[in-house]
């Protein structure tokens, strides 16, 4: 049996609490009295994208990240299925709307694939603040 450095981690897996600790301080830092930072599509930005699980498809679908936000130190995202023929456009009190309470979730702790989506709002993020 080979002998590996890492024993707990033989593939290499990289740690990715950097990149997540560097993206939740730049929203946390750039949300201001709105308390999230607005990401749709028509903004003329790079679009985020997302991932995650959705039980009325029993699979992962890509979904457009609408909005980011820092809550109790804890990244989370507003995410949009992308399969719809209509582009949803939200205004600033549908972020804080008690309905879209449901579509804020947790990047680490739900069924969001934590992995691409964290490094797609890393990589686009910046275009945003």
Known sequence: MPVYEDEKN??????LSPMYEAVRDLVKENQGDKGYIDCQ??????IIYGMMYDDDY????EQYVYGVRVIDDELEVLLEPIMRTYRVVYKDEDF????NENKWYSLRW????????????????QEYV
Request: net charge negative; aromatic share 8%; glycine share 8%.
């Open 41 to 46: 599509p028509s903004l003329g930005c790079d």
């Open 10 to 15: 033989p593939m290499r897996i990289p740690d």
């Open 110 to 125: 739900s069924d969001v694939y934590y992995v691409p989506t964290i490094f797609n709002i890393a990589e686009c993020i």
């Open 96 to 99: 804080m709307n008690s309905d």
């Open 58 to 61: 029993g699979a992962g679908t």
